[in-house]
Nanobody, 126 residues
Framework: QVQLAESGGGLVQAGDSLRLSCAAS????????VAWFRQAPGKEREFVAR????????SYTDSVKGRFTISRDNAKNTVYLEMNSLKPEDTAVYSC???????????????????WGQGTQVTVSS
């Protein structure tokens, strides 16, 4: 059974940092691309960042470029999202998602990801 478990969310002030973790089990982790998405109340789920199976390639939505960094440790079956200079507009439930690398086509719409975690809440106060 495939499981993705996010952790590291919390309540912080604007300008603070957080590191989210996504721990995977039940799959051959090093052949899966992994992405982070977020969903704020009343808004659609939004792509945040993605890392290819090898860690050699990453992609970010424009609003987080230069502030967020996605990385992975395949030995630990874990992907991280380092979030710096947090803003109130970053407040959302953050979820990680995985898909086999052979399905990669540059499109990061949520429906193209196979497995999902439950999410972790990030709240940034002003």
């Amino acid at each position: 059974q495939v499981q993705l478990a996010e952790s590291g969310g919390g309540l912080v002030q604007a300008g603070d940092s957080l590191r989210l973790s996504c721990a995977a089990s039940g799959l051959t982790f090093n052949i899966y691309d992994v992405a982070w998405f977020r969903q704020a109340p009343g808004k659609e789920r939004e792509f945040v960042a993605r890392i290819r199976w090898s860690g050699s390639s990453t992609s970010y939505t424009d609003s987080v470029k230069g502030r967020f960094t996605i990385s992975r440790d395949n030995a630990k079956n874990t992907v991280y999202l380092e979030m710096n200079s947090l803003k109130p507009e970053d407040t959302a439930v953050y979820s990680c998602a995985a898909r086999p690398d052979h399905l990669y086509n540059g499109d990061d719409r949520p429906k193209l990801y196979t497995y999902w975690g439950q999410g972790t809440q990030v709240t940034v106060s002003s």
